[in-house]
């Protein structure tokens, strides 16, 4: 039966629903046939000495009160087709599946009769996805619809793309039984697998044998059907697959599958490298690229989840954080809605002390994190009028801090020509780089101290190394020496180098301090900002800051430091936390 709804919306095809009730026994048939929810139905389960069950969306009716017999299960048998290795068996020209349950002497005590729909137009909400060409990779939990979605997504990329489409049927579920495909594939090729544990080898067959632009797979479910899938992307062909599992997570934990998603390995980082990151030193990475692009979790019939690049969903998890997947549904009037999903907002705090005590975003959970109320500091709450945190938070990013200044002299403060090459001695030259770019100033590193115009030394390293002074004064190049590797002492250094020395004109940017600039060290470092610049300087009164990790704790401090500021760490770990104390 076909029904045919209004033009945006989804056509319905149940394919002889009439062709699988014949096959039951009589007094069942008859019974179903008159049913007022045939259309409907999802699977009639015959177990041998229990009552017949017909099931529907939701609920499970008994089909009669007498249990089923052994002459009726032989009776059902006798009208199907083989049963294969994976005890599926298929009626001819449909898309209906009937599996066995089978006893220890290998003889089918169980019937599951699944109904085998074609459902055109759930394609809808992917359709952009599958035109750009990358892999996709769908993920639910079974009856969700995957094998129906795969079905029509190589239909649409046969029919309307006119691509060459290659299906590897093991279970003869996508294009039915029987040697001739079901319509519903349009125009793609069905390959047939003779036993399940040869998926793999079909797999790579096709891509010799036939020249396909598009494989289409079901049920990826073996390492050696995942390394397939591997060898088929690297060689170029479009994939599209369906694998066990409702989540990314779950193939992030399956050691068989997690090659889908690039592969999960454990790595050991150098002490300084775990220090600069703020972790142990032994983490989990990322392997490879994933062999599929793009990963969507089918919630619901017509509610999915689509991460659209899958090595970021990957990296994101692996950090310990949440990521945020694209929400499409589809409503009654069969329209397609994108939602971007973003994180939870924090509860709007009463006052802006609070909002530093409270508000701490937490991308690690399910939402905001909300740590523990820190001991009252015999504080004035400031007035009721000065807004949330969180607003000064989001304000504070859209403002363009930064110093670009404009250098109209093309010399340096010596006569030197711009931009200025330093040679860093004793320094950190990441931070170095990071304070240049940030400030936008007219600097290039050099590794050679004959091209360069200025030595930017730590100066305990240069009253102990004389032969560095030596070399200078031979090739008549200046030393300019800070006191600490910090990024104030860098900035106001390098200031100084080009005759920029003015701390009341002195414009600060949050960049300079955080080390790899994500979300979690720049809201930090925002927090010590607002704290001092609303707080500490103009109220004079002391702060407590929210509880960071050791990395994170020493940012804010270099950033306290530049306002010339004492602050100290205090507490037991993890809730270890920063003081601010006024001038």
């Not at 090729?189 to 797999?203: D, I």
């Not at 000065?386 to 002299?409: A, H, I, K, T």
Request: hydrophobic share 40%; glycine share 6%; with cysteine.
């Amino acid at each position: 039966m076909v029904e045919q709804a209004a033009s945006g919306e989804r056509q319905l095809t149940t394919d002889d629903l009439d062709k699988l009730l014949y096959i039951l026994p009589p007094d069942l048939r008859d019974r179903l046939q008159n049913h007022p929810q045939k259309e409907s139905l999802i699977e009639i389960v015959l177990d041998l000495g229990r009552e017949p069950e017909a099931r529907f969306p939701g609920v499970a009716e008994r089909l009669s009160e007498t249990v089923v017999t052994r002459e009726e299960l032989d009776y059902c048998i006798s009208q199907v087709g083989l049963f294969s290795g994976d005890n599926r068996a298929g009626i001819e020209r449909t898309l209906h599946r009937i599996s066995a349950m089978r006893n220890r002497q290998d003889i089918i005590i169980g019937l599951t009769c699944r109904v085998g729909r074609a459902v055109f137009g759930t394609t809808l909400m992917i359709r952009d996805l599958i035109e750009s060409g990358r892999s996709i990779l769908l993920l639910g939990r079974p009856g969700v619809g995957k094998t129906t979605a795969l079905r029509e997504i190589a239909r649409v990329l046969a029919d309307e793309l006119d691509k060459r489409v290659v299906i590897i049927d093991t279970s003869n579920e996508i294009a039915g039984d029987g040697d001739v495909p079901h319509p519903a594939i349009g125009r793609a090729r069905r390959m047939q697998v003779a036993r399940p544990e040869l998926q793999h080898q079909v797999m790579i067959e096709a891509v010799e044998n036939h020249m396909p632009e598009v494989i289409v797979i079901d049920e990826i479910g073996t390492e050696l059907e995942a390394i397939a899938s591997r060898t088929i992307a690297e060689r170029g062909v479009q994939l599209i697959g369906t694998a066990h599992g409702n989540r990314i997570e779950n193939l992030m934990k399956n050691p068989t599958l997690s090659d889908l998603i690039g592969g999960i390995q454990s790595v050991t980082l150098g002490d300084d490298e775990a220090r600069r990151r703020g972790t142990q030193k032994s983490i989990l990475e990322r392997k490879a690229p994933p062999t599929f692009e793009i990963a969507i979790e089918m919630l619901e019939r017509q509610r999915w989840n689509i991460h659209e690049d899958v090595a970021i969903s990957v990296d994101t998890l692996l950090r310990g954080r949440v990521p945020v997947p694209q929400e499409r549904t589809v409503d009654e009037r069969g329209e397609v809605k994108i939602i971007q999903s973003q994180p939870t907002p924090a509860p709007t705090p009463a006052s802006e002390l609070d909002a530093l005590r409270l508000a701490k975003t937490g991308w690690g959970g399910a939402g905001r994190i909300q740590p523990l109320p820190l001991p009252s500091m015999g504080l004035e709450p400031p007035g009721s009028n000065v807004r949330d945190f969180q607003s000064l938070l989001d304000e504070s990013f859209r403002q363009q801090d930064g110093f670009s200044p404009e250098f109209e002299r093309k010399t340096g403060p010596n006569g030197e020509d711009l931009p200025l090459h330093v040679y860093p001695y004793a320094v950190s030259r990441s931070q170095l780089e990071q304070v240049i770019q940030t400030l936008q100033l007219p600097i290039l590193l050099t590794k050679d101290i004959d091209h360069a115009d200025v030595v930017f030394a730590l100066r305990s390293h240069v009253k102990s190394h004389a032969k560095l002074k030596q070399v200078a004064r031979i090739k008549q190049v200046p030393i300019v020496s800070i006191k600490s590797n910090s990024i104030p002492q860098i900035a106001r250094g390098l200031r100084r180098l080009l005759n920029m020395d003015d701390p009341d004109a002195e414009v600060l940017d949050i960049n300079m301090f955080s080390a790899g600039r994500n979300n979690d060290e720049m809201e930090a470092l925002e927090e010590a900002r607002l704290a001092v610049e609303q707080i500490v300087i103009p109220k004079g009164q002391p702060v407590e800051l929210l509880p960071r990790p050791a990395l994170v704790r020493k940012m804010q401090h270099e950033l306290i430091e530049h306002y010339r500021l004492h602050s100290q760490s205090f507490g037991e770990e993890p809730n270890r936390r920063l003081r601010i104390y006024p001038a």
